[in-house]
């Protein structure tokens, strides 16, 4: 073929591969199949460290009754802060006994939930565990669904506990690196006292080792 011919026929070559490309890149389904691009990995690099600042926030409870700020707590008590989600088969597996030192421990230190982004959100990873516990959680699409499924978690898992829910920009969670679900505590200068290493694996350890610090620190 010519070089004038190849020019010419170039442009409709090109447009032709946009259209059968870009509708792949650019819509949230694939080969016609309602299959959703669903993320499915929202892990941060970890920044912080046994004695670095925590990182401030302020979040309203799952029934917006009340606003906590952490720094509030300041010059007072310890805080523990447990994030997850209802997706989350390690956050859930723990919540007993999460809840039986936050009932232990309350005259020394604060206990929040902070309710982050769901960890198995439904059309995302398949979590064997929630078929076969018949849990499928949609990831909310705005803050007032996300706190729906605070309150439901909350039900379902028979957590008393305070449950702050992060806002949908996952500020809270990316600031401690929490997804898909860890645990923290805070001294009472403010400062990072525990970081636990963060979910699946690192969550069951970590509330083990809630038990054993709040023990030292009462032992003081």
């Not at 379902?156 to 600031?175: G, S, Y």
Request: aromatic residues 10%.
């Amino acid at each position: 073929m010519e070089m004038g011919n190849i020019q010419r026929c170039l442009p409709i070559v090109i447009v032709t591969l946009c259209l059968y490309v870009l509708p792949a890149i650019g819509q949230p389904y694939v080969s016609g199949q309602q299959i959703a691009h669903v993320k499915t990995d929202w892990r941060v690099t970890d920044k912080l460290r046994v004695g670095d600042e925590s990182p401030n926030f302020k979040l309203k409870t799952k029934d917006f009754t009340r606003e906590v700020e952490l720094s509030s707590f300041r010059g007072k008590r310890p805080v523990v802060l447990i994030f997850g989600s209802y997706s989350c088969p390690s956050f859930r597996s723990q919540a007993g006994l999460f809840e039986e030192m936050a009932s232990q421990y309350k005259d020394r230190a604060e206990f929040f939930i902070v309710y982050i982004r769901e960890s198995n959100a439904a059309g995302g990873k398949t979590s064997l565990i929630n078929e076969r516990e018949s849990i499928s959680i949609k990831d909310p699409q705005d803050y007032l669904q996300r706190t729906e499924v605070a309150k439901q978690c909350c039900s379902a898992l028979n957590i008393r506990t305070p449950c702050l829910v992060d806002r949908l920009d996952d500020a809270v969670a990316e600031a401690y690196a929490a997804w898909p679900d860890r645990i923290y505590i805070v001294d009472s200068d403010g400062k990072i006292a525990f970081v636990g290493r963060p979910g699946p694996s690192g969550f069951a350890p970590a509330v083990q080792s809630i038990d054993n610090w709040l023990k030292k620190q009462s032992a003081r």
